[in-house]
C-alpha cells in the first residue's frame, strides 16, 4: 500500500488551510521554491556530516549534491542538513563523547522539521552509530550512505594503512630502526585522498556492519571514495529513499534479532574493529533488538575471519573493493547469515548478495583458508572484569593467550605519559600493563588507549607485543594483547581500580577468564580504602555525559536516550 500525499509527515507543515502553513509556504517561496517543487512530495533530509575539519568527509559537499540529483529524479525534494561532523583525528578529548550528542541531534532534526525521510551521510568513526541510532529514534525511512575508505597510502616504496603502519612506524622510530627522513614520508603518504581509514578499522567495520544490517544500499560500503562508482551509489541512495517514504518502509521493519547477528557475524569474518561491540549494542538498544557481549563471543566461536586486511592480514580497503567487496564476502559466509532479513531497498540481504563473486581469493579467502577459523574475538569474565572486557586474539602474540605476569599499573594516560619510557621503570616482556581511568567516564569517552605503548627498552630488546589491560577502547587499526573495555570501569570504582604495582594478573583465553590474583579479603580492604574521583565536568555538554552515559557492556548510550517509549510528533499552531 502506497502512502497518499496528504499522508506524508510534511503534509502536518505544508498542506492545511491554516496561518501557520501559510507562513510555512511563503518561508518556502523565500527559500527560492516554487509550491510545485515540494507540496505533496517526499521531502528528504540529507543529513551532512561534511566539514572543513573531517578529511574522511571531504567529498561530502558534491556527493550531498549527487543524492539531490536521486531524489529530484524520483520525485522528492531534497533539503540539506548539517550535523555535527565527529572527526574522529582531531575531536577531543575523546569523539565518542560525542556519538550521543550526534545521536541526539540527528533525531531532532528529523522531529522538529518538515521530514518524511532521510538520507544519512558518514563514515568516520562515531558518525556512523551516532547518525544511525538517532535516525533510529525517529524510525522515519533512511538509507545510510557510508562515506567509503580513501585510496590506498604509498610512500617510499610501501603501502601504507591508515593507523596500522602508523602505529608500527613510531614503534620503529622510538627503537631507531627507521630514521626521521622515513617518518616524514610516512606522514606525507599515508592520508592522500578522501574517504575513511581504508584498513579494517572502526570507520570500515561500521560501515560495513550497517550494510549487514541493512541500511544501506547493496555493496555500498566497500565503494572507495573517490570512485565514480561512489557517485553513482549516492544518487541511487537518493532515488531510493523517495521510493521507501511511499512504501512506509521504516528501520522498525528492517532491524530485528536476525539483522544484529548479521551485522555481528559480518563485524567478526572482517576481523573488525572491537568498537563494533560498543556501537552495535547500542544500536541494537535503540531498535529494541537483544545483543549482548555473550551473543558476541557465541557468534566469535563459530565464525571463521575470512577478509585478509589489516591490521589482522595484510591487504587494504580498496584491494578488498577490487576483490569483489562486502557482497562477495557475505556470499561467502551466507551459510551463516540469517538470508531472509529484510533491507532498505526492498530485497532481503539474501537476494542482495546473491551471485557476488570474490575476484581474489587471497583478499577474501576461502573458508578452509581463514586467518583464524574461530575466536577472533573473545569477551572475558573474571573477578577483575565482572560485567565482561573484550580482546581480539587474532591481533595478538599467542604466548599471550594464557599467561601470568605481574601489574605494572598507571593511575591515567598522564602518568603513563611520564613514567612508560622511564629506563628505571621495573618492567619487563611479561608484565602485565595497566591503565586506569580511561572509561566511559573516567577517559571521559573511553579514548583509545588500550594499545598502551610498550616500554622503549624492551622495544630496543626486540619486544613487540605485551598483555595490556584498560578501561578504554582500542582503535580499530591498532594490534597486540589489548584487553580492553573492562567494565564497570575503575573511575566508579570497578576492580580495575583497585589494582597496584605487583599483584599478579592471570588471562586464561580460552576459557574466557580474567583475574587478579589477590586474596578476596584483600580486594574488599582496598575497596573500603577507595575514594571515588570528582566528576570531570560539573557543566555543559560534558556534564550530560557524565550524568547519563552508561558502561561499555551497554553501549554507552545515554540511558534517557535508549529509552524506547514513543515521543508524539510536534504540535503545530
Ligand atoms: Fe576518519 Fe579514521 S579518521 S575514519
Same mark, same amino acid.
Given at each position: 500500500m502506497k502512502k497518499k500525499p496528504e499522508e506524508l509527515r510534511s503534509h502536518r507543515w505544508f498542506g492545511r488551510e491554516t496561518m501557520r502553513s501559510f507562513n510555512h509556504r511563503s518561508r518556502m517561496a523565500q527559500l527560492g521554491v516554487q509550491e510545485s517543487d515540494y507540496r505533496d512530495k517526499p521531502i528528504i533530509a540529507i543529513v551532512n556530516t561534511w566539514s572543513e575539519i573531517n578529511p574522511c568527509h571531504l567529498h561530502f559537499r558534491q556527493r550531498a549534491e549527487e543524492v539531490k540529483r536521486g531524489v529530484w529524479q524520483a520525485g522528492g525534494f531534497p533539503v540539506e542538513m548539517p550535523a555535527m561532523s565527529i572527526a574522529e583525528i582531531f575531536q577531543k578529548p575523546s569523539p565518542l563523547m560525542y556519538r550521543n550528542f550526534l545521536a541526539m541531534e540527528t533525531e531532532e532534526l528529523l522531529r522538529s522539521y518538515p521530514v518524511d525521510g532521510a538520507v544519512l551521510m558518514g563514515g568516520c568513526d562515531k558518525t556512523t552509530p551516532g547518525l544511525a541510532m538517532g535516525a533510529i529514534s525517529m524510525d522515519l525511512p533512511f538509507v545510510f550512505m557510508p562515506a567509503g575508505p580513501m585510496l590506498k597510502g604509498n610512500a617510499s616504496g610501501n603501502t601504507l594503512g591508515s593507523g596500522t603502519d602508523m602505529f608500527k612506524g613510531w614503534s620503529e622510530l622510538r627503537a631507531g630502526t627507521i630514521d626521521q627522513q622515513q617518518w616524514e614520508d610516512l606522514l606525507q603518504g599515508i592520508a592522500r585522498s578522501p574517504g575513511t581509514c581504508m584498513t579494517m578499522g572502526t570507520a570500515a567495520t561500521m560501515m560495513s556492519a550497517v550494510e549487514a544490517l541493512g541500511l544501506t544500499l547493496p555493496g555500498a560500503s566497500s565503494i572507495p571514495a573517490p570512485d565514480s562508482r561512489h557517485s553513482q551509489m549516492a544518487t541511487a541512495t537518493g532515488k531510493r529513499v523517495v521510493e521507501m517514504v511511499w512504501d512506509d518502509l521504516r528501520p522498525s521493519q528492517i532491524l530485528t534479532d536476525d539483522a544484529f547477528d548479521n551485522a555481528v557475524t559480518t563485524v567478526l569474518a572482517l576481523g573488525g574493529s572491537t568498537n563494533a561491540l560498543v556501537h552495535l549494542i547500542a544500536l541494537a538498544r535503540r531498535a529494541g533488538c537483544k545483543l549482548d557481549l555473550d551473543r558476541f563471543d557465541a557468534l566469535a566461536r563459530t565464525t571463521p575471519l575470512i577478509a585478509n586486511l589489516r591490521p589482522a592480514g595484510k591487504y587494504l580497503m580498496e584491494d578488498f573493493y577490487y576483490a569483489g567487496g562486502l557482497r562477495a564476502l557475505l556470499e561467502r559466509i551466507r551459510d551463516r547469515l540469517k538470508t531472509d532479513a529484510p533491507t532498505v531497498n526492498g530485497q532481503t540481504l539474501g537476494e542482495n548478495i546473491a551471485g557476488a563473486r570474490v575476484f581474489n581469493d587471497d583478499v577474501i579467502l576461502p573458508l578452509e583458508k581463514a586467518l583464524v577459523q574461530n575466536g577472533s574475538l573473545a569477551v572475558l569474565r573474571g573477578n577483575l572484569c565482572p560485567d565482561g572486557a573484550v580482546i581480539k586474539p587474532a591481533a595478538s602474540d599467542p604466548r599471550l593467550h594464557k599467561h601470568t605476569g605481574k601489574a605494572v599499573v598507571f593511575e591515567d594516560y598522564h602518568d603513563l605519559y611520564a613514567r612508560i619510557d622511564d629506563p628505571a621503570l621495573d618492567v619487563d616482556q611479561d608484565s602485565v600493563l595497566v591503565l586506569k581511568n580511561a572509561g566511559p567516564l573516567g577517559g571521559p569517552g573511553m579514548p583509545e588507549w588500550g594499545q598502551l605503548p610498550i616500554p622503549k627498552k624492551l622495544l630496543q630488546d626486540g619486544v613487540r607485543d605485551m598483555l595490556r589491560i584498560s578501561d578504554a577502547r582500542m582503535s580499530g587499526t591498532s594490534f597486540g594483547a589489548c584487553v580492553l573495555h573492562v567494565a564497570p570501569e575503575s573511575f566508579i570504582g570497578g576492580p580495575l581500580a583497585l589494582v597496584k604495582t605487583g599483584d599478579r594478573i592471570a588471562i586464561d583465553i580460552p576459557a574466557r577468564k580474567l583475574d587478579l590474583l589477590v586474596p578476596d579479603a584483600e580486594i574488599a580492604a582496598r575497596r573500603q580504602a577507595w575514594k571515588a574521583p570528582a566528576? %570531570?565536568?560539573? %557543566?555543559?555538554y560534558g556534564a550530560i555525559f557524565t550524568q547519563n552515559v552508561t558502561q561499555a557492556n551497554e553501549g554507552c548510550d545515554f540511558a534517557v536516550l535508549a529509552d524506547r517509549s514513543r515521543i508524539p510528533e510536534p504540535d503545530i499552531f
Open positions: 566528576p %570531570r565536568y560539573t %557543566r555543559g
